[in-house]
């Protein structure tokens, strides 16, 4: 936190005659431990490799500042504040786009973690306008002949790949990464021949994550042997075995699996299954505190079975909802709100969606 600290004087000041101050850096420091889930602030990669841009980047000082704003606003029904989220992610957005057209005006590595935050801003404001565009923009930008991944450990990277093949499963549309690259980045984490992964950059173990890349791509594509491989992607996710690990850790990641299968299940219905996906997620998330972390990454796992239950599971519908509600008024991200709009929708059967990705025209969700 003390690396936070020091950056506040650059970050209040800006010159009030565009009426876009930014948030106080106690804001920021609280967004940045929103989504935390690792043992200590050192593995944390927004403290290595996206704060310290603050004092040499605009667009990414203007779109933390707006994220902060949007989180608070979001927590506090501040109307007035919401508005300057607008702006700030606006300006930031303007920013960017003057030092893109100015030769040598930013190196690849600012633009990426810029154009990456205004996407989570986009998806944390809940509209979502822009979300896709700026996927597009980072691919390009790692597509670049002189890109150079290894100087932020390929956190970045990793972050878009996550961000592409998620907004995917909610989606008709294919990722904009090929299968090829995903697999590319994911192999990138790996350390004295051994496979490793931050719970800050995907909230699912590596392995958990390559099925679900693996299930949406032979989805979207539906290659010839897609039977078979989709029943070697069932065996390998019911022989996967979690890493040694306690409590609210082991709980979510228990979550994930049992999602996963409810995905697969969801897009290939001929897979064949007799479990109770649905009972057994809900009980791993009520073995974890709704108002943390571990809770909030569930999210996506949660609303795999969400979409299944049925008029006679009131009890367990209300349950969702009371951990969605609790979300948004601990972390103010509306995409929890976003997805209980959704799902209320699904359960009431009044708008129609896609059985497969439960989209809903008009309607963009992001589930993590």
């Known amino acids: 936190m003390k690396k936070l600290t020091n950056l506040s004087n650059i970050v209040l000041n800006l010159s009030t005659k565009s009426k876009l101050v930014l948030t106080p850096v106690s804001d920021i420091a609280d967004l940045s431990s929103i989504f935390y889930l690792g043992s200590g602030p050192s593995e ?7 704060l310290p841009l603050i004092s040499t980047i605009a667009p990414i000082r203007f779109a933390l500042a707006g994220s902060a704003s949007c989180h608070i606003a979001a927590r506090t029904s501040d109307t007035a504040l919401e ?6 992610r606006v300006h930031a957005t303007h920013l960017l786009r003057e030092k893109l057209q100015t030769p040598g005006g930013v190196s690849d590595q ?3 973690a810029s154009i990456l935050m205004l996407a989570q801003l986009d998806m944390c404001s809940g509209d979502c306008t822009e ?5 597009k923009a ?3 930008v790692i597509r670049g002949p002189v890109y150079d991944g290894e100087v932020n450990q390929y956190y970045f990277e990793q972050r878009l790949a996550w961000l592409d ?8 549309k294919p990722p904009n990464l090929t299968m090829e690259e995903v697999e590319t980045i ?5 350390s004295n021949g051994q496979r ?6 995907f909230p699912c173990p590596i392995d958990l994550f390559e099925i679900i890349t693996e299930v949406t791509f032979l989805f979207k594509i539906q290659p010839e042997e897609v039977k078979s491989r989709i029943q070697d992607l069932g065996r390998r996710l019911n022989e996967w075995k979690p890493p040694l690990m306690t409590g609210a850790r082991k709980h979510m990641v228990e979550a994930w699996k049992l999602g996963i299968k409810a995905y697969l299940h969801r897009l290939f219905p001929d897979i064949q299954n007799e479990e109770s996906l649905s009972e057994q997620v809900l009980a791993l998330a009520e073995l974890i505190p709704p108002a943390s972390s571990w809770s909030y990454a569930l999210l996506w796992p949660i609303f795999q079975v969400a979409v299944t239950l049925g008029d006679e599971n009131i009890e367990e519908k209300n349950l969702i909802r009371r951990r969605l509600k609790i979300a948004l008024e601990t972390i103010g991200c509306r995409h929890h709100s976003n997805a209980l709009e959704v799902l209320e929708a699904v359960w009431a059967k009044e708008e129609e969606f896609d059985r497969f990705s439960i989209s809903i025209p008009g309607r963009t969700i992001m589930l993590v």
Do not use: C
């Open 110 to 112: 600012s633009v990426l």
């Open 83 to 88: 508005r300057k989220s607008l702006r700030l």
């Open 186 to 190: 994911i192999g990138r984490f790996s």
């Open 131 to 135: 979300f896709e565009t700026h996927l």
């Open 196 to 201: 490793q992964w931050s719970y800050d950059v």
């Open 138 to 140: 980072a691919v390009a």
């Open 44 to 50: 944390n990669p927004m403290f290595h490799y996206v």
């Open 165 to 172: 093949v998620m907004s995917s499963t909610t989606s008709q």
